[in-house]
């Protein structure tokens, strides 16, 4: 079951409480973080799941993950290794220092599931243009097409 998480206390290895300083005001990963949080906030990502399962890994983490994919050109396996090692993927995803991330079959599932909504379809396109309408995601660069068919 999903529910979502709010007014969650923030751990002293919480990356954005952490790492706050370490990026300039003007850096894309502050950006990405501010446009994706907006964002996802507004989404209602409860219709993709089944109400007496297991809880999933949060859809707004995911969704943003998705995003960070699409900026640096990753296969889902090396998303993975990204949001387990990468600081700049911890912070704009809001996961603590010690998150292990997630498994890389996750964002297929996830992808899976969003692309067989059309309403969260849409909102995983619409995000990916607010970034790459903001200057943050280069219209000309090679993108891998086969996460986002």
């Known amino acids: 079951m999903y529910k979502p998480t709010k007014g969650q206390q923030i751990s002293l290895f919480d990356s954005r409480f ?3 300083n370490l990026f300039a005001k003007d850096s894309i990963y502050r ?3 501010q446009i994706c949080d907006d964002f996802v906030q507004k989404i209602d990502f409860t219709p ?3 109400p007496n399962n297991g809880r999933p890994a949060q859809p707004e983490i995911l969704m943003k993950a998705l995003v960070l994919q699409r900026l ?3 296969s889902d396996r090396e998303l993975e290794q990204a949001c387990r090692f990468d600081i700049r993927y911890k912070y704009i ?3 603590e220092l010690d998150d292990m991330g997630f498994d890389h079959s996750t964002f297929g599932n996830f992808r899976d599931r969003l692309l067989e909504s059309q309403q969260h379809k849409e909102a995983l396109f619409t995000l ?3 970034i790459t309408d903001a200057g943050l995601i280069k219209k000309n660069e090679n993108q891998r097409t086969d996460s986002f068919h």
């Open 48 to 50: 993709l799941y089944c």
């Open 18 to 20: 952490v790492c706050e």
């Open 72 to 74: 640096d050109n990753l």
């Open 31 to 33: 950006e990405i973080r």
């Open 128 to 130: 990916v243009q607010m």
């Open 93 to 95: 995803l809001g996961l």
